[in-house]
């Protein structure tokens, strides 16, 4: 399954944007799907995921109550809407997929298939 994520770009503090994850030669079915972030000179960063057959969704405490993830499975694509965005949400996001258990959900090595990435930078 290769993965492209676009949607990123600049936008002013307390704006939006929805970025998009579309997978192709496949599906996202039977696995867990998760957006990561990384900022220049920092570690990649668990944004949220989700596990496709049984549902939950998970953030990270910086992005919850502003993020949400969200799929479409007729388009095999997965969305992450990001509202009232702060500078220190700039980065380079990524979309991946994976089985990890659980207590590796947010743990970028829980996952093996990454897409390219898209940037978000967000001006103050």
């Known amino acids: 399954v290769q993965l492209q994520a676009s949607g990123g770009g600049l936008v002013q503090a307390g704006g939006y944007l929805r970025l998009s994850c579309a997978a192709s030669?496949?599906?996202?079915?039977?696995?867990?799907v998760a957006w990561f972030r990384q900022a220049p000179g920092q570690e990649r960063e668990f944004v949220s995921a989700?596990?496709?057959?049984?549902?939950?969704?998970y953030y990270s405490d910086s992005v919850k109550g502003r993020f949400i993830l969200s799929k479409d499975n007729a388009k095999s694509t997965v969305y992450l809407q990001m509202d009232s965005l702060r500078p220190e949400d700039t980065g380079v996001y990524y979309c991946?997929?994976?089985?990890?258990?659980?207590?590796?959900?947010?743990?970028?090595?829980?996952?093996?298939?990454w897409g390219q990435g898209t940037q978000v930078t967000v001006s103050s």
């Open positions: 991946t997929t994976g089985r990890p258990i659980l207590s590796s959900l947010r743990l970028p090595e829980g996952y093996r298939n």
């Open positions: 030669g496949g599906t996202f079915r039977s696995y867990t």
């Open positions: 989700n596990r496709w057959n049984t549902g939950p969704t």
